[in-house]
């Protein structure tokens, strides 16, 4: 980790704060001044502001109830996004745990723990992931076979890991999938020859949105939470 940016979050303040504090030669590692805002902290290393000892706060996990029309990004300059919902201090900690489309709502996950995002997002896991989604059209009769088989979608030579589909009325169903391809589930519709009129992600491995949260509310996850969305 940078030093300006470990400085910043064990010392509660910004970058640009941290950044004058090493400049000005108030930050030392493992007894050594450096100014350097750009170097390197070791895992081991001792971090000292004005002879304080600093040390990193506690990892945090995020569950958040996405609304619709917020951006899934950390900075964007002409649209608002999800981190525009969490105070700043904590704001500027975090990372997302994958992304919902500006017009889907519902379970997103953020936290500052690389490790434990890397395992939940990385294309290998195939974390299970499933949404309720409403159809402009009643869904085919075979759209369960088909899915199960995987579709092959426009302009992508692989087909789509196998999924699962449970219908809950003519144009509502329930779906999970267990990768995440750009915009994957309006496509798989799309490719039944149909169209997603509404979607919300309600639950990732084995966590399910928290019914309490309004859309725009979030909470810190418990650590039995954040077990079982690794399906631990």
């Not at 144009?171 to 020859?193: C, D, S």
Request: aromatic share 4%; charged share 25%.
């Amino acid at each position: 980790m940078r030093l300006d940016r470990f400085v910043s979050q064990a010392a509660g303040i910004s970058r640009s704060q941290a950044r004058v504090l090493v400049r000005r030669g108030r930050v030392s590692v493992s007894g050594e001044r450096v100014r350097d805002a750009a170097f390197a902290v070791a895992d081991d290393a001792r971090v000292e502001l004005e002879g304080r000892p600093l040390a990193l706060p506690q990892p945090l996990y995020l569950m958040l109830n996405k609304p619709l029309g917020l951006l899934s990004a950390t900075t964007d300059a002409g649209q608002a996004t999800v981190l525009s919902l969490l105070p700043p201090e904590i704001a500027t900690r975090l990372h997302l745990v994958g992304r919902l489309d500006k017009d889907t709502s519902g379970l997103l996950l953020l936290t500052d723990d690389g490790a434990w995002s890397h395992r939940i997002s990385a294309p290998s896991q195939h974390i299970p992931k499933t949404y309720l989604a409403g159809l402009a059209e009643p869904l085919a009769a075979d759209a369960e076979l088909r899915l199960a088989a995987g579709l092959t979608l426009r302009n992508e030579a692989q087909p789509t890991r196998p999924a699962t589909l449970r219908r809950l009325s003519d144009t509502e169903v329930r779906i999970t999938i267990a990768e995440g391809r750009y915009h994957q589930v309006r496509r798989m519709f799309a490719a039944l020859g149909n169209r997603v009129t509404s979607l919300h992600r309600e639950s990732v491995g084995g966590l399910t949105l928290d019914p309490g949260l309004a859309p725009g509310q979030w909470r810190a996850l418990r650590p039995e939470e954040c077990l079982a969305v690794l399906g631990d």
